[in-house]
């Protein structure tokens, strides 16, 4: 049973150029989520997507954006990069009806330099 | 706002010996908890969650946690520590009253460090 898999594994970028972040979700779930770790912090929610749609949104700007294609995968978008956007880039997948009190199940990452 | 707070940015100790990891919440009402593991260039790994009923929850790997609203604590425990458990410990919440929306609070991280 395949887990959670994000691509790419790496990768390298300039200020002011955007990114996309790939994630397949575990097989049967129907939720994804992304994360954004700093070095030396706790991940910080941006969103999340059910349905193809936006549910739940973090404290991030707009120039973080996301999409869930029917087969339940998940893109997240990052435009005009900053230096600060540097992190690890985790996205996590779920089963929409567990609600709050199911666990998440997190792909490896995504680290992000922004040189 | 839910928030949690991991005191502690390292914990060392000894194979063999029992281990705690700590953690305390600020939430609204009663928390959903959960402690996630993490390797080096690896993901978070779910441990265990609290969401009601006995305060002592059982997880994965032999880890336990001690859930105490007074103290408002939710401290991750292992009897006999591995070398392998070293790793970066995270503490989350979650908000119960958003049933549908799983947002993740997380708290800074715990390195575990067992030594041979």
């Known amino acids: 049973d395949a887990g959670v898999t994000q691509s790419p594994t790496h990768l390298i970028k300039t200020r002011g150029q955007q990114v996309t972040l790939r994630c397949s979700p575990k097989?049967?779930?129907?939720?994804v989520s992304w994360y954004q770790q700093a070095l030396g912090q706790g991940p910080q929610f941006i969103f999340q997507?059910?349905?193809?749609?936006?549910?739940q949104r973090g404290n991030f700007p707009d120039r973080f954006s996301g999409h869930q294609f029917p087969n339940y995968s998940s893109e997240l978008n990052v435009n005009a990069l900053l230096l600060g956007d540097s992190a690890l880039y985790l996205c996590?997948?779920?089963?929409?009806?567990?609600?709050?009190?199911?666990?998440?199940?997190f792909g490896e990452g995504s680290r992000l330099t922004v040189l | 706002a839910q928030s949690v707070a991991q005191p502690e940015d390292q914990v060392k100790v000894a194979e063999g010996n029992p281990l705690t990891v700590k953690c305390t919440y600020s939430v609204s009402g009663n928390p959903y908890l959960f402690w996630y593991v993490q390797y080096p260039n690896r993901g978070l790994q779910f441990l265990l969650k609290?969401?009601?009923?006995?305060?002592l929850v059982k997880g994965s790997y032999g880890f336990e946690a001690e859930f105490n609203k007074s103290q408002t604590s939710f401290h991750l425990k292992k009897p006999s520590a591995l070398v392998s458990d070293s790793a970066l410990y995270f503490c989350?919440?979650?908000?119960?009253?958003?049933?549908?929306?799983?947002?993740?609070?997380f708290g800074t991280g715990t390195r575990l460090l067992v030594s041979p």
């Open positions: 997507y059910y349905e193809e749609e936006e549910r």
């Open positions: 996590a997948s779920s089963f929409w009806d567990r609600g709050n009190t199911g666990e998440l199940f």
């Open positions: 609290y969401i009601t009923g006995d305060n």
């Open positions: 989350a919440v979650r908000d119960p009253r958003n049933t549908g929306f799983q947002k993740l609070v």
């Open positions: 097989s049967g779930h129907d939720t």
